[in-house]
């Protein structure tokens, strides 16, 4: 479970080992007994976070404009498309040829 500095407390800890999962949590500078940390795998939470981010980029969506859960789904998707058409391009994915 990757976590940012926020969540490091011993009883978070205790909670997510109990569920049978290893924390994976960077430890707060104050603490005296620093517990096991693995740069390496923090850092596929960079990823989760710029996805996550990515649809903020969009106002109508940062800001909830929608009232109906539908409109609001239907916002969250189009964006998502817009996204991925813009990840597409850039990269350019999707070319035939030279």
């Known amino acids: 479970m990757l976590a ?29 007994w620093k517990p096991c940390f693995s740069p390496v795998l923090y850092r596929g939470r960079n990823a989760i976070e710029r996805m996550f981010g990515r ?6 969506i940062a800001t909830r404009y929608d009232r109906l859960a539908r409109n609001d789904f239907a916002a969250v998707c189009l964006a998502a498309t817009v996204s991925y058409w813009l990840l597409v391009r850039t990269i350019g994915w999707g070319r035939r040829g030279p």
Do not use: L, S, V
């Open 55 to 60: 649809p903020k980029d969009f106002r109508r």
């Open 4 to 32: 940012d500095k926020g969540y490091d407390t011993d009883a978070i800890r205790r909670q997510i080992e109990a569920a049978g999962a290893a924390p994976n949590i960077p430890p707060k500078i104050n603490r005296r």
